[in-house]
């Protein structure tokens, strides 16, 4: 009952965040819109709106929701080589275009079925955005907060399961904050990845460094290659993309064998682990929005 109540706790907490930012981000607009209507166009609402409410209250929320009443034990750090991190970092891209061609492939699929195509909002974000403002936020901001939400302040919590268990179970969460289809599945795996780098190594800055740079190369460099006026920058995007993709999947599948995952204190097993872990209220109060967030986006 009392792991029930500790995942229980873990869910209520996100299921709050997910609350509390999105009122704020409804109040301001309204705010806005009566105030000066002219804000909702200019080219840094949007990004100050998501820092403010996301990245400012968002984690000072969940920090003191979910920061430990007792120091938990240091653990000894290992060092992630140049090498080994570079590796990791093409593993990172090769899955995040993996699963965002499958994305692809759902969305349309649903588009055909609802008459009408289904829309990103992470494009709608980015679209003429101010580029410093939006790799502040979105490549720099954004990762170190969800870095700490997801795989330092969740993950301690969760590590005494299990890696297996931690990894997923925090993955996950992490997909399913992202609300919608578009990012879902590839933020499942960069998390089960970025997750796992936190654990072997009980440090979270290679977390966050990989984190910055896969949104750096997806909400920047990318973009501004592919839509680039000079057909070279346009080729080498496009040559970019199946670079990462092939050289991702050999990497991935080569590396496979090195992956250690280690037991925890605590051992669930079947039924009573699924039941622990996702039949609570604070879970599935989670559940629930996260999939509201999802179904808004498919049909608004």
Sequence with gaps: MEHKKNFSYMGLCL?????????LQIGITLLAT?????????????????FITM???????????????????????SKLSVGAFIKIFIICMGATYLFNFVSIGINFLIGLLKHSPVGNPLDAVLANQNLPLQIF???ISAPIIEEIIFRKLLLDRLRPYG?????????LAFSLFHGNLSQALYALVLGMIFAYIVIRTNDIRYSIALHI?????????????????????????GLLVWVFLIAGIILAILNAKRVVLEEGEFQLKGFERF?????????????ISCIIMFILVIFM
């Excluded at 299921?15 to 009122?23: D, E, K, P, R, T």
């Excluded at 009566?34 to 998501?50: D, I, K, N, Q, T």
């Excluded at 890696?163 to 993955?171: E, G, L, N, Q, T």
């Design 137 to 139: 936020v979105v490549a």
């Design 163 to 171: 890696d297996k268990s931690a990894i997923w179970v925090s993955a």
């Design 34 to 50: 009566l105030l000066s209507p002219g804000l909702l166009e200019s080219s840094w609402f949007s990004m100050a709106l998501v």
């Design 15 to 23: 299921f709050l965040v997910i609350v509390v930012v999105n009122a």
């Design 275 to 287: 039941k622990t872990y996702y039949l609570n209220i604070g879970m599935i109060l989670y559940f």
């Design 55 to 77: 990245h400012v209250c968002g984690l000072s929320l969940y920090y003191i929701l979910m920061k430990p009443k007792e120091p938990l034990p240091i653990k000894e750090k």
């Design 213 to 237: 740079l896969v949104n750096l190369f997806g909400s920047a460099i990318m973009p501004l290659l592919a839509n680039s006026s000079n057909i070279a920058f346009v080729l080498i995007a």
